[in-house]
Every structure is written in structure tokens, then in C-alpha cells.
């Protein structure tokens, strides 16, 4: 179990990874209005959500199986698993984004995915301290 343990920090860590990233990049196609370097960043966004969603299928796959290896108990998990339910909406979110981005329909200012790009950091801090601390 120490071995899917450890695969599912590493896949979680790099899905997290490009959550922190992938609205900056929105950040970035918001304020742009030369072509060529939006067409970059969207190509950037494109590329970046399509590998962060193949890395959020182990990140989850592994967490599922750890849960099934060390059962469901204590009402930290059932926190913790909402927010993860969370972290995936989030997820599907920035994909949503990314089409208006991809269909110039965006109608949301830069500082509007400044503040949506804090959210993975409160769900990451949240997941890390249940998981760690268990507080109940």
C-alpha cells in the first residue's frame, strides 16, 4: 500500500500542478489582445488541460484505491472526499473556460481568474490538513 500511497501524492502533486497553473494562463488571455501571443496562450491552455486531465485519472484511481485498502472511517475522509468531489468541479470548470476562451465568448475580467486562481490553493491547504491532522 506504500507503493499506491506514493503514486498518488506524485499523480495528485502534478494535477495540482497544472490547477495552480492553468488560470494563470487564463489570467494571461484575459488581459491579451494581440493575436499571435493569445493564439500561444491558448494553445498553452489547450495543451495544459488536456495533460492535467490525464493526470487527475491515477490521482483519483489511486485514491480510491487506498480508500478501499484502508476502508472509510472517520468523518475527516468524508470532508476530505468532498472536497476532492470539489476539486474535480473545479477541474471541469477550468475546461468550461478554457471552450469560452477557445470560442471568444470569455466576458470575465482578469481580476476575476486572479481570484479564481486562488481556489485550488484553499482546496489543496484544506485536503493536506485533514489528511494530516484529522481533525475529527
Do not use: D
Not at 492535467?52 to 490521482?59: E, F, G, H, N, R
Amino acid at each position: 500500500m506504500l507503493w499506491i500511497k506514493a503514486l498518488h501524492i506524485v499523480f495528485v502533486t502534478s494535477w495540482f500542478a497544472g490547477l495552480f497553473y492553468l488560470p494563470r494562463i487564463f489570467v494571461n488571455l484575459a488581459q491579451e489582445s494581440e493575436t499571435v501571443a493569445h493564439a500561444r496562450l491558448l494553445l498553452m491552455a489547450r495543451k495544459l488541460y488536456r495533460f492535467t486531465s490525464i493526470l487527475m485519472v491515477p490521482a483519483v484511481v489511486f485514491g480510491v484505491w487506498l480508500w478501499l485498502g484502508y476502508g472509510f472511517k472517520g468523518g475527516w475522509l468524508h470532508a476530505k472526499l468532498a472536497l476532492v468531489v470539489l476539486t474535480i468541479g473545479y477541474h471541469h470548470a477550468c475546461g468550461s473556460l478554457l471552450k469560452k476562451f477557445e470560442n471568444a465568448a470569455n466576458k470575465r475580467s482578469h481580476t476575476w481568474y486572479r481570484w479564481f486562481n486562488e481556489v485550488p490553493v484553499v482546496l489543496l491547504l484544506a485536503i493536506v490538513i485533514l489528511v494530516v491532522v484529522k481533525p475529527f
